[in-house]
């Protein structure tokens, strides 16, 4: 059943067949080789169950808020703000894309809309200050990887909905390894863009212009804070903060910022429906995929190989995060989440390790995945916006994958860096 399940899942992957069909695919050819084909409405009856989901909910509401911001001029602001603030650091525009991504990224909790956002801002400024194109592209994508590590993220929600863990928990153990991350990527910035960018500007900026420039972005500076404040003060669930966030969103960009029109409402809400429809049917798919490996035990059947293969620890950690960056090369965020949270789950729970660290451990893994080709999404929108090929940003940006699985490895070996900050708030 094994071979068969996965076989298949593999060949349709392979000729192209889009990841939510492999799923129905996979289990339909399984059941009906295995002689259950009179189980076939419970496919279409696991759909429907894991669709019915409030906490779900949040998925599309974080997509269209961060449409929303995108549009309304909430980035432009963060990155004036980011300006003033870091503009004598060395490679200050990289460092300014950086932690303007992780703001966004706390904001929208997606890494694409993240790079299109600021990288379409900062990109060309890098390149104008005279920066290799190659290089602007790199930066923007590396600090898109900020997106859905720092909360709130669309793949923690997933994760949260897979694992049966605490989505709020999950928010709360995101902001420690985000912060490492944002940082992480700025000192690679600092060794890389630096002969690009090392002028210390001798204008003063007077207290007027400071708090002028600081009120313009105060809005969208307080979005987080209302968003995660909100949620573990218990005034919403993370679902209604995702509606709220929608709202506020809206507000500031109509009437506050005045850049979003009326006109511009349904285009971002055509393309916050598609973008949704699609992690949500493969969120769907993916159920009968998760219950037929449940029902006949092949997670505990895989985990316990894995297990008798590596008796060591060490090993079996390192070996998990090879296999999650090898995916990640190959499979979306949240097919990623969704194929291999049944199997990892058993085994972390063998090592101790909490699932509220394995699931950290994962998104940060698939984030990684975004700057490794082929499907390197976060490379794509960035060289699109550079001008610049796929290979040329790829080559630029392994100084920034190669920190990045080294911080990964550190938080693999040493969780508590992890769970210290949910453990503290319990």
Known sequence: MIAILFGTL??????????????????????LSMGNADLFPAIAQRMFTQADNFTLMAIPFFILAGELMGKGGISKRLISFMQLCIRNVPASLAGITTVSSAFFGAISG??????????????PRMIEKGYDKGTAAAVAAASGTL???????IPMVTYAIVASVSVGTMFLAGIVPGILLALTVCIVNIFVCGKYDN??????????????????????LMMPVIILGGIYSGFFTP????????????????????ELKVSDLPAIFVKSAISSGVILFVVSCSAPFGWLMTSEGIPSIIANTILN?????????????????????????????????PILLPIAASLGLSPIALGIIMIINTSI?????????????????????????????????????ILLLILTYFPDVITFLPNLMQ
Do not use: H, W
């Open 10 to 31: 593999i060949v349709m992957l392979l000729i192209g067949v889009p990841i939510a069909i492999c799923l129905l695919i996979a289990v339909s050819f399984t059941m």
């Open 110 to 123: 997606s890494n694409p809309a993240t790079v299109a956002a600021i990288g379409g801002i900062t990109v």
């Open 147 to 153: 997106g859905v590590v720092i909360p709130p993220s």
């Open 199 to 220: 002028e210390k500007t001798t204008k003063k900026v007077t207290s007027k212009e400071f708090l002028q420039i600081f009120l313009d972005a105060s809005f969208a």
């Open 239 to 258: 679902t209604e903060a995702a509606t709220v966030s929608c709202v506020y969103a809206l507000v500031v960009s109509m009437f506050i910022y005045k």
């Open 309 to 341: 293969v590596f008796t060591n620890k060490f090993a079996i950690l390192f070996a998990m995060n090879l296999v999650l960056l090898f995916f990640g090369c190959l499979l979306e965020t949240q097919a990623i989440i969704l194929l291999m949270s």
């Open 369 to 405: 995945g975004m700057i490794t080709p082929p499907m390197a999404v976060n490379l794509f929108v960035a060289g699109g916006i550079a001008r610049v090929s796929l290979e040329e940003v790829s080559k630029k940006v392994v100084p920034f994958f190669i920190a990045e699985v």
